[in-house]
Structure formats: C-alpha cells, structure tokens
C-alpha cells in the first residue's frame, strides 16, 4: 500500500525484529501520510539541489508498535510509536546536514513547524531523526551521539 508516491506502508512498518506484529492504528496510518507528505517534499528538494535526479529518501525505521518499540530500546514516549516519526538514511555527515538544512527551510517556508530533527551519530553510524505531529509540534533540534 502507498502512502504517497515514493513511499510505503511497508517500509514505513519495517523492522528486524522478528515474530512481533507492527500494524498501525488508525490513527499512526494518518500520522505516517503526514510523515511521508514531508518526506516527499525532502526528496523532492533534495534531488532539485544535490541529487542525481530520482534519489531516493531511504529509512531505516518509522512506525513502530509499543512491542517493537521495546525490544529496539526505543523512549516510552517515542514519536515512533504514533506513526509522526522516522530516522532517515545517510551516507555521511554531509548528506546529515543537507537533509537537516532543506527540513529547516520546508518548515521555514510553509511556516509550519515539525516536532524533531535529531542529527544522531551511533560508532560510525548516523542517520537523521524526523517527527512531524498532527499538533504541538516543539521544533526541537538536536545533535546527538552515543
């Protein structure tokens, strides 16, 4: 099932972990449309200033149910588990900032804020963390490294 015109429901519920259902409520299924709406606009934006054209937005997890949530370590309070959050793929720390720059300049522009934007470094490691809510968004920015 497409969620929007890149991107999946399968790869938005993708997990490693095995034997554990990972189907979204009703209402993650609407957060993750919205997810993938900002998605699209960074892919988008992405191939227009750096990309080769069709590059894709690769994520390494979205949606995740309070089971899986738990068997990856994932918060308690986790943007994954409403469906409003998704760590994104890079290749480097370059690609990290890019990606950071055009969410920062999306929400700019539409002058419509997101929850988070987490620039996440784990060993050699690291990927973009991005949650949009329905409401409430904070707009936190944070540069984390475990």
């Not at 429901?9 to 993650?28: F, H, I, K, S, Y």
């Not at 720059?101 to 690291?126: C, N, V, W, Y």
Request: with cysteine; aromatic share 6%; proline share 3%.
């Amino acid at each position: 099932m497409k969620l929007s015109e890149h991107f999946s429901l399968g790869e938005m519920t993708r997990t490693r972990v095995q034997g554990v259902d990972n189907t979204p409520t009703d209402e993650a299924m609407g957060n993750l449309q919205r997810l993938c709406r900002w998605l699209e606009m960074l892919r988008a934006e992405w191939n227009c200033r750096y990309g080769e054209g069709d590059d894709p937005i690769i994520i390494n997890s979205a949606y995740r149910s309070a089971a899986v949530n738990k068997a990856v370590g994932g918060v308690a309070t986790s943007n994954h588990l409403t469906g409003c959050a998704a760590d994104i793929r890079v290749t480097g720390i370059e690609q990290l900032l890019r990606y950071a720059t055009i969410i920062m300049d999306i929400s700019d522009e539409a002058d419509e804020p997101f929850d988070e934007l987490i620039l996440e470094r784990q060993g050699h490691k690291m990927w973009l963390h991005f949650a949009v809510r329905p409401n409430g968004n904070r707009r936190k920015i944070s540069i984390c490294c475990k």
